[in-house]
T-cell receptor
Framework: AQSVAQPEDQVNVAEGNPLTVKCTYS??????LFWYVQYPNRGLQFLLK??????LVKGSYGFEAEFNKSQTSFHLKKPSALVSDSALYFC?????????????FGAGTRLAVHP | NAGVTQTPKFQVLKTGQSMTLQCAQD?????MSWYRQDPGMGLRLIHY???????DQGEVPNGYNVSRSTTEDFPLRLLSAAPSQTSVYFC????????????FGSGTRLTVV
């Protein structure tokens, strides 16, 4: 079965510093990978996706993610963190088991950006 | 504003009660789904629909029913609420099943006592 793992429950970073939120995946076949963000009391918002092509994917709000096939990773990055980036981040992978497509989400990583 | 609207935002139920969580979208999306979010577990798919009149089960369907009589609406019914159903419920939609930029509603926080 397809799965993703987010090894860190929380990531703390100072404003202006680069940030990385980690995600590793386990899939059979070609992976379709996604990042979503959830702000307090809100639904999830789509940030970016990797389907095929360049390993560096650019998304919303200045975020990007690097697909690394050899390390089975899809880490989310941003060169300079903002306090407003503080939120819960979810990595997800497409799963086709059972004859239908769905997204399998990781447990989430809380990002805290300190002034 | 276009998007996915969920009602109510908060609900407290007693064990054994039934209720319906409402979800409506105005983007003419074919695909709609319900997830539940529990701490440390991410989101788990309850039911989904690929169009009006077509629904199917996800990972955790027990205790929930859905129907899709129109493209816009996808209500989730709790038949007999249990404390294990205490969770935050999200409705999501996308143009098709293969469009993965899901649009999520703002959620319903349900507590079953």
């Amino acid at each position: 079965a397809q799965s993703v793992a987010q090894p860190e429950d929380q990531v703390n970073v100072a404003e202006g510093n680069p940030l990385t939120v980690k995600c590793t995946y386990s899939v059979s076949g070609n992976p379709y990978l996604f990042w979503y963000v959830q702000y307090p009391n809100r639904g999830l918002q789509f940030l970016l996706k990797y389907i095929t092509g360049d390993n560096l994917v650019k998304g919303s709000y200045g975020f990007e993610a690097e697909f690394n096939k050899s390390q089975t990773s899809f880490h989310l990055k941003k060169p300079s963190a903002l306090v407003s980036d503080s939120a819960l981040y979810f990595c997800a992978v497409r799963d086709e088991a059972g004859g239908y497509n769905k997204l399998i989400f990781g447990a989430g990583t809380r990002l805290a950006v300190h002034p | 504003n276009a998007g996915v609207t969920q009602t109510p935002k908060f609900q407290v139920l007693k064990t054994g009660q039934s209720m319906t969580l409402q979800c409506a979208q105005d983007m003419n999306h074919e695909y709609m789904s319900w997830y539940r979010q529990d701490p440390g577990m991410g989101l788990r798919l309850i039911h989904y629909s690929v169009g009006a009149g077509i629904t199917d089960q996800g990972e955790v369907p027990n205790g929930y029913n859905v129907s899709r009589s129109t493209t816009e609406d996808f209500p989730l019914r709790l038949l007999s609420a249990a404390p294990s159903q205490t969770s935050v419920y999200f409705c999501a939609s996308s143009a098709t099943m293969d469009s993965y930029g899901y649009t999520f509603g703002s959620g319903t926080r349900l507590t079953v006592v």
